[in-house]
């Protein structure tokens, strides 16, 4: 059963717009989350975390939100580039164990 | 500095067959892990090894084993592989596993098909 879910197979923004990637998660134990970025025939980089301490984190265009109610999580980037079209994952983990990934996001940025 | 570092990148199987994925990284990392990834499915952690000397199971641990050879090297070995196991494999290392630190750097990734 798939703890992870990013229910959006795919999206595409306008450069300069805003892009926003969504992740839902179904185990309130889930204490640590992550965004990786992967570009084709390359392993996935890490983007941006966030702890469940927080409700935010923010790296220069990349925001992350974290909903510990809603057990959602949210990533922003703004303004979106081309050179952010690549396929995105959320991941999370409790306690400290092992990391459970989404099934991605495809972003393309059209210029 | 190479990161983490994989072979071979791509290889054909043969139902039954056996093979090893060599993984080793350069940042002088405690923590290493494989993943498979299959279309739909995300990336599944099939084993990892928190520190050198041990191995746990992931996962999707099954038709697998692993061998920790030292700090940088992290292997996965098919003992007979099955069309089921066809998928991209990825190596991870990370300074320490598990909560805040368990940032987690990957390598290009291995595509396997088993006919």
């Known amino acids: 059963d798939q703890q992870v879910k990013q229910n959006s197979p795919s999206l595409s923004v306008q450069e300069g717009r805003i892009s926003i990637l969504n992740c839902d998660y179904t185990?309130?134990?889930?204490?640590?989350f992550l965004w990786y970025k992967k570009y084709p025939a390359e392993g996935p980089t890490f983007l941006i975390s966030?702890?469940?301490?927080?409700d935010k984190n923010e790296d220069g265009r990349f925001t992350v939100f974290l909903n510990k109610s809603a057990k959602h999580l949210s990533l922003h980037i703004v303004p979106s580039q081309p050179g952010d079209s690549a396929v995105y994952f959320c991941?999370?983990?409790?306690?400290?164990?092992?990391?459970?990934f989404g099934t991605g996001t495809s972003l393309t940025v059209i210029p | 500095n190479a990161g983490v570092t994989q072979t071979p990148k791509f290889q054909v199987l043969k139902t039954g067959q056996s093979m090893t994925l060599q993984c080793a990284q350069d940042?002088?990392?405690?923590?290493m892990y494989w993943y498979r990834q299959d279309p739909g499915m995300g990336l599944r952690l099939i084993y990892y090894?928190?520190?050198?000397?041990?191995?746990d199971k992931g996962e999707v641990p099954n038709g697998y084993n692993v061998s920790r050879l030292n700090k940088r090297e992290f292997s996965l070995r098919l003992e007979s592989a099955a069309p089921s196991q066809t998928s991209v494999y990825f190596c991870?290392?990370?300074?320490?596993?598990?909560?805040?630190?368990?940032?987690?750097?990957f390598g290009p990734g291995t595509r396997l098909t088993v006919l």
């Open positions: 991870a290392s990370s300074a320490v596993a598990g909560g805040p630190r368990d940032t987690q750097y």
């Open positions: 185990n309130s134990m889930f204490d640590y």
């Open positions: 966030i702890s469940s301490i927080k």
């Open positions: 991941a999370a983990s409790a306690h400290g164990n092992q990391f459970y």
């Open positions: 940042m002088n990392h405690n923590s």
């Open positions: 090894s928190a520190s050198e000397g041990t191995t």
